[in-house]
Nanobody, 124 residues
Framework: QVQLVQSGGGLVQAGGSLRLSCAHS????????VGWFRQAPGKEREFVGG????????YYADSVKGQFTISRDGAKNTVYLQMNSLKPEDTAVYYC?????????????????WGQGTQVTVSS
């Protein structure tokens, strides 16, 4: 059974940076994607970006292109979300999730396993 364990997050001032980690364990299929989502209070869960594990190809929401970067470390079975130039509107709970199906989906319903979520708060 696949598990995703997140780390990182916290409080940062506007303009600062944070890196989130998503470590996965358990059996996986040969081709899958790991996506990042965020959910602010009172709002729907929003797609941020993702990475295809086998190739390292990344895909991002337009709202974070050039600001966020997703990468992976095969030796550590970990996916990272590097967030730069953070703004108060980036404040949310951030989740990583694994998609074992079609991949590259921006719809959270297509993701099969979720991390526990981590709070990111950006102060002005």
């Amino acid at each position: 059974q696949v598990q995703l364990v997140q780390s990182g997050g916290g409080l940062v001032q506007a303009g600062g940076s944070l890196r989130l980690s998503c470590a996965h364990s358990g059996r996986t299929v040969s081709s899958y994607c790991v996506g990042w989502f965020r959910q602010a209070p009172g709002k729907e869960r929003e797609f941020v970006g993702g990475i295809r594990w086998s190739t390292g190809n990344t895909y991002y929401a337009d709202s974070v292109k050039g600001q966020f970067t997703i990468s992976r470390d095969g030796a550590k079975n970990t996916v990272y979300l590097q967030m730069n130039s953070l703004k108060p509107e980036d404040t949310a709970v951030y989740y990583c999730a694994a998609d074992f199906g079609s991949c590259y989906s921006v719809n959270p319903i297509n993701y099969d396993v979720w991390g526990q979520g981590t709070q990111v708060t950006v102060s002005s």
